[in-house]
């Protein structure tokens, strides 16, 4: 009998140890998961690449209007191919907290 009671409330302790992991939340999303999900993408000519290379300007259709986007290139900003003024290209970029557009992926758009 004494037995069964303490095997009871070994088998009572365990189960109080494990519940605590169940109200564990969820891991929070990774920073890139996170950019993953805020990333928009835009495609136009491009209007210009700054000297220092830190940033591009596109000129975009929205609608019937044509209207120009500027982006900060930065040291995570992946560019694919080289792209040059005038040509076409596409930006896959985030909106910052203080209404600028970060570019994180720059590549050429075939125009075939």
Known sequence: MVKRGLLLCFAGAGLLMLAPARGIAAPQQ?????????AKSVSGKVLSIAAD??????????????????FVVNQNTQVTARTSTGAMAVVQYQPTS?????????SPQNTQ
């Open 53 to 70: 290379k830190k940033s591009i300007t596109l000129e975009v259709n929205n609608g019937n209007d044509k209207k120009t986007m500027q």
């Open 30 to 38: 990774s920073q890139s998961e996170q950019q993953a999900e805020q």
């Open 98 to 106: 203080d209404n600028q557009y970060v570019a994180l992926v720059i």
